[in-house]
C-alpha cells in the first residue's frame, strides 16, 4: 500500500532502497497506470472531456474515478469507507517522515482534509479539483470540471464500473507476478 502510494513521487529506479514490499507497491502502482492509461473504456471518459480540457483529461477522469469508487465504496470492499481511511490516514500520518518530501507535503493535505473520505461528495471532488486549478494557475480551468461530472454522471459512473472490472482482474493477476519476482 506504502508503494502504491508513494510510486508517483519516485523516479526510475530510485526505489531501491525500500523495502522489497514498498517496491512491489511501487512496480504494481506503475503496472496499474500503463494499464488504465491504454484501457479504452478509461480512453472513451477522457475523449468525453478532451475539448474543454486537453491534456489534463486524465487527471480529471482519475479523480472523478476516484468519486465513483468512493461512492460505491460498499460495492467493493466490507470494510466501511469511514473505518478504511481513518486507517489510512493514521498508518500514513505515522510514517510520512521516512517518505519522500512530496508524499510527505500531500499526506499532510490528505489527512488534514481527510481527502480520501470525501472523495464520495462532489464537493469533496469540487475542492479538489479547484486545488488542482490553482496549482495549474488556472490554465487546466479544472475548477469547471464538476460541470462536466454534474452532466455526464450517468456515463461516466457506467465507464468506472466497466474500467474497474477489468481493473481488479488485471491487479490481482499482476501483484502474483510481482511478487514472484522482487
Known amino acids: 500500500m506504502i508503494g502504491n502510494f ?18 512491489q507497491g511501487i512496480f504494481l502502482h506503475r503496472e496499474i497506470d500503463t494499464f488504465t492509461d491504454a484501457h479504452e ?14 491534456h489534463y483529461d486524465g487527471v480529471i477522469i482519475d479523480i472523478f474515478y476516484d468519486y465513483f469508487l468512493a461512492k460505491n ?37 490528505m489527512i488534514e482534509y481527510n481527502i480520501l473520505f470525501n472523495y464520495q461528495f462532489k464537493d469533496g471532488i469540487e475542492k479538489v479539483l479547484k486545488g488542482m486549478n490553482s496549482r495549474t494557475k488556472g490554465k ?24 474497474f472490472k477489468d481493473l481488479i482482474a488485471h491487479t490481482n493477476q499482476k501483484l502474483k507476478e510481482i511478487k514472484h519476482t522482487i
Open 140 to 163: 487546466s480551468q479544472m475548477n469547471l470540471a464538476i460541470e462536466d461530472l454534474r452532466n455526464l454522471e450517468v456515463e461516466l459512473q457506467e465507464d468506472f464500473t466497466l474500467f
Open 41 to 54: 473504456v478509461v480512453r472513451k471518459s477522457k475523449r468525453r472531456l478532451h475539448e474543454r480540457y486537453r
Open 73 to 109: 465504496w460498499a460495492d467493493y470492499s466490507e470494510i466501511p469507507l469511514n473505518v478504511y481511511t481513518d486507517a489510512i490516514n493514521k498508518m500514513f500520518g505515522e510514517i510520512s517522515d521516512e517518505l519522500p518530501v512530496k508524499s510527505q507535503n500531500f499526506i499532510k493535505y
Open 6 to 23: 508513494i510510486a508517483d513521487h519516485i523516479r526510475g529506479n530510485n526505489y531501491e532502497g525500500f523495502s522489497k514490499e514498498i517496491q
